[in-house]
């Protein structure tokens, strides 16, 4: 997929002010045009399936669009909150129809299959027409999942007040498509625990704003909460608890669920070094587990990385990661591969009698075909490119949200965390996918991701300090940042993100608010510049 | 209150290293000693309240205890979270009765009453023993609050495991009482509104930890929430809706269910500055209104601030400051005073208008019953106390919760917060509170509090953003950290942090996890020293 399709389509949307009525829409879409006519939604509105042999969860995202439009109740975000509006709507038309269908070829596979497809062959763009007339809207796809981002867009068009929902800028015209295939969110279950319900829920966030990968860093060495099928001791050891368990139906309907989301699931089972807990059910395999000075030989406690020398550990390990990545829907599957220690291995008998038997190539190969994620710094980019691999960018000084809340470490009363400051959306926003590269590296990133680390996060802090943050790297790898067209603005997408955000409100989410009630409900009153 | 009064005392607690099994003490009682014998709390506990003439809110502080020790059910923070004390618990005495009482001359007064007593005039010290035989425990003080205070740290002394609430460590013996007067937490609710269950919420959590003042910050310029009798106006033109108002019963029932919890509400209606919102009532009243660029008139939009050199304002705002201080029940009411903006003034005609004709002395003078509240710098408490002034320490550089989440203004995408770092709850546990005075100035520190300003917070991270970081100061300013007593120690309180943070989620509030689980049920071993 070349980044320069879209150049053309995004200059037209930067090209302009945005009208206020559609402020909501995030991510902007590639090509958007509205009027200037009010248009209330029928009480007796109808989502109209004109697809063959349409999948069961097409109705199903149907049903939960047709949810949304009658309950999100999100009202302007002006002085009023939609009060002086009342006006337009006495005698306008009324939008009575949405009708759905694919392009003409297009077979009607599950949303599910379709978001699991190799990076580059998914088909996400949709085409969505609102008449002023009230004549019917269509929605038309070249698939199910393309189908599934425009439900979401038409879902954010409407604003209620008092009994009517309603848009203020009909005609709209929307062409949309993703600059980049790959948009994900990272979460780490292993630090600290979050139940299903914490992971259901912040899928349906991630697919209001079109996230389609969810980076799901299952284990690390402080726990195994994953219920292997052929090694359940790792869980029965490792888990925190018998409740903190993530069991094999747990993460098939977790696959199901972000599936009908057009959601896929990348699991991450890091090895051989965030493998400490492996230690409780096979003590042979680890080394340096547990020793102190922790800080000797791993980056956080405990201490302890596979013993990856050795061929039983070889053959456990991929045994181990063939069970778990055959339980998943993926064309993907994560194997981790940061922060091994070495002086863990330089201090460990096993390992080193193994070396001295052996002559081993330590140049790791690794397949082109091989995804790179980069992550310590966004300087980074472009010394993996040279070797030709595709990039996701999940740089820490842009994308980390959990940096900047200080040292968590016993004993360090003022120490920093180490990738301070803090993230705001808007740094988070200024985020260039493409900065260093060359032109002809360009089509080698994929796209990108913002992260969770969990040492201080758990359910009681998951939607504030995610949302509406995460945002910010979804609207980049949608709406695009390209080398030759219009950067992606702050200013713009403030008022935006604050519509988003209080649509997560009325959602049930809890995102943090960004700026007092004040200043949301007048937008950029409260820019440093106002 | 003389600070040298506690500094033996503390000196027994900083010499001994505290023995697991009370690592839920916060804050942590002046003197303490425990024994290594377990002890069980039988099915049929009581509290036997022997106070002639309790007040109804006694009995309802018993029946909150007697709540929370059926149901904290809290493990210890160790592995297996108590599964190896059941052996201990074998043939265990068993404690059926906590007997209440005052000192001889003592009369019962409701806690409420208590409460709001002027400050150095209460009391709030208590005794509690509890022998090892099973036979009754006692807890004597000199007042009703002395009691409830007692309860409070009964109810963090025992441990759930299976069935059975216990300690390991009978007998105990605790004498306690505060170090310094003022203990409180400072919410802002006109950024963004908290309904009153939050606040109700928030008061139960300060109460766990022995707070005795909430610091209502309850109007600014963006919004007026408070419904005041005789100006109903400033909320029907300032509050951010019908909804998001504080109704005068609201407002009684806020102070009776923070009296009935030893706490007392200050009410803060900041003026002259801080008062924007007021013009949507009276323009007249109010110089430099939402005048552009805001950021040369004022410290945040918008701009705005009551034309206090005319007479007929300041007849107004002194009517409106008695009206509302007619309302609370405290001794002590706050009037702000900060951020007053020069521009705003002296580009305008009516305040000129009226300084030119008469001669008028800028040098305020404050009477020196007036406590000023420490807030921009630690360091500048020392100015205040050479002026003679008591002093509540509420220093930003330590105490301020909202700081480093980075700009909230549009148009800054890189901007940091004003008061950055974030303050961990570790650098805020290490301030202390007589730092620059002399000794002869010690006696002017009231207490202190933690704050939280709420440009980026609303009821969406409430929890977490306080809790369990306000505890911080709650141990400071009662277990002190006196000139020539042993400081306290971040490494020592760790574990104790944390299994407040957990008794606190198992009372249903949402405090944000300090570290991985695997640190928090292994005390020390995340040290970074470890």
């Avoid at 053309?8 to 002010?17: E, F, R």
């Avoid at 027409?129 to 981002?149: E, M």
């Avoid at 993703?178 to 914490?198: E, H, I, K, M, Q």
């Amino acid at each position: 997929m070349a980044p320069s399709r879209y150049v053309g389509i995004l200059a037209l949307v930067a090209g302009c002010l945005l009208p206020s009525g559609v402020q909501a829409l995030w991510p902007i879409p590639n090509k958007l045009e509205t009027g200037t006519t009010a248009l209330t939604v029928s009480p007796f509105f109808y989502f109209d399936v004109q697809v063959e042999g349409a999948p069961l969860d097409l109705y199903e995202a149907v049903s939960q669009a047709q949810f949304y439009l009658a309950n999100d109740k999100l009202g302007r975000l002006v002085v009023g909150r939609g009060a002086n509006d009342t006006t337009a709507l006495v005698g306008a038309n009324t939008l009575s129809t949405l009708t759905l269908s694919l392009m003409s070829g297009a077979t009607a596979e599950p949303i599910a299959s379709e978001a699991v497809k190799p990076l580059g062959t998914r088909s996400e763009e949709y085409t969505l027409t609102i008449p002023a007339d009230g004549s019917a809207a269509t929605l038309v796809a070249n698939s199910t999942l393309g189908l599934y981002r425009g439900l979401t867009t038409f879902n954010q068009l409407f604003y209620y007040y008092s009994g009517v929902t309603y848009t203020l800028l009909a005609p709209i015209a929307i062409t949309d498509t993703p600059a980049y295939p790959f948009r994900g969110f990272a979460l780490d279950t292993a630090r600290n625990f979050y139940p299903v319900s914490d992971i259901l829920r912040t899928l349906d966030a991630m697919s209001w704003v079109k996230i389609n990968t969810f980076h799901w860093h299952i284990t690390d060495s402080q726990s195994f909460p994953l219920e292997v099928a052929q090694y359940p001791e790792l869980a029965i050891n490792g888990a925190y608890s018998p409740q903190e368990v993530y069991t094999p139906s747990d993460v098939q309907y977790i696959i199901q669920y972000a599936g009908a989301r057009g959601i896929d699931v990348l699991l991450e089972v890091d090895t051989p070094g965030h493998t400490s807990i492996i230690a409780a059910t096979y003590p042979d395999y680890v080394a340096c587990f547990d020793e102190t000075p922790w800080a000797t030989y791993a980056n956080e406690p405990p201490a302890g990385q596979l013993r990856f020398a050795l061929p039983e550990v070889v053959n456990f390990t991929a045994s181990l990661l063939a069970d778990i990545a055959s339980t998943v829907s993926s064309s993907y599957f994560s194997t981790g591969g940061d922060e091994l220690n070495t002086p863990c291995y330089t201090n460990d008998y096993p390992t080193q009698l193994q070396l001295n038997k052996m002559v081993l190539d330590w140049n790791i190969t690794l397949s082109n075909e091989t995804i790179v994620m980069v992550w310590i710094s966004s300087e980074d980019a472009l010394a993996v490119a040279e070797k030709g691999f595709r990039i996701v960018q999940a740089p820490s000084n842009y994308f980390y949200l959990d940096c900047g809340a200080g040292a968590w470490l016993g004993g360090d009363p003022t120490g920093n965390s180490w990738c301070d400051p803090f993230k705001t959306w808007s740094e988070s926003y200024t985020f260039d996918p493409l900065a260093n590269l060359t032109e002809a590296q360009y089509e080698l990133v994929l796209g990108g991701e913002q992260c969770l680390w969990s040492e201080q996060s758990s359910p009681d802090n998951l939607d504030p300090i995610v949302w509406p943050r995460a945002a910010s790297s979804a609207e980049i790898f949608w709406s695009a940042q390209q080398p030759t067209g219009a950067p992606l603005n702050v200013t713009e997408a403030l008022p935006r993100l604050q519509d988003l955000r209080f649509r997560m409100v009325q959602r049930g989410l809890r995102p943090i608010a960004l700026q007092p009630y004040w200043c949301a409900i007048r937008p950029d009153a409260c820019d440093l510049t106002a």
